[in-house]
């Protein structure tokens, strides 16, 4: 493994519901790594879901709180596997930020496959309230052109998280060895 990747961060990027969560937990405990989610530590400091932050505060608060994290993890932290919210890279600071500093892995899934999972995911994600399929459709594909700016992007349809996992320690050359 090269000096560089073993202390970039691992960033995590891809649509609500691909896995960003499950698959970096599991790449931590894997590659031995910190894992950080960045969601949950806005969630935890604010002692309030995202839901509750969006209605409360609104989703402008959101995205600069998620700046301000994201920001900061990309100036003080190394070597930890990073999940992000599915519309933290649509903010060009962010995506500049994480793309200097980071590895960052674009998770992508099928149109088909995530609408299999739609049902469990609606609840908590506020941005997919009130949105009939043709406009979920429609976000779906306009986030592809922001999930666009990675380093490595990862097919997810026809692996499990752990298999999507284990393909990228591989891929990456990371095992411990
Ligand atoms: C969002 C995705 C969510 C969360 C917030 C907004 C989005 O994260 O950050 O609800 O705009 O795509 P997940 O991608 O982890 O669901």
Known sequence: MNAEMRDKNIVLIGFMGV?????????????????????????KDFQMTIPEMFQQKGEAFFRQTEKEYIVQMCEHTMGSIVSLGGGAFQ???????????????????????????????????????????????????????????????VETDNRSAEETADYIVEILGLGRS
């Open 91 to 153: 903010q060009e600071d962010i995506r500049k930020k994480c793309l200097e500093h980071c590895f960052v892995i674009f998770l992508d899934l099928t149109w088909e496959s995530w609408q299999q999972r739609m049902d469990l995911l609606i609840e908590n994600r506020p941005v997919l309230h009130n949105r009939s399929i043709e406009e979920m459709k429609q976000l779906f594909n306009e986030r592809k052109s922001i999930y666009a700016f990675h380093n490595l992007k």
């Open 19 to 43: 896995g960003k969560t499950t698959i970096g937990q599991l790449l931590s405990k894997k590659l031995g790594r910190d894992f950080i989610d960045i969601d949950q530590q806005i969630e």
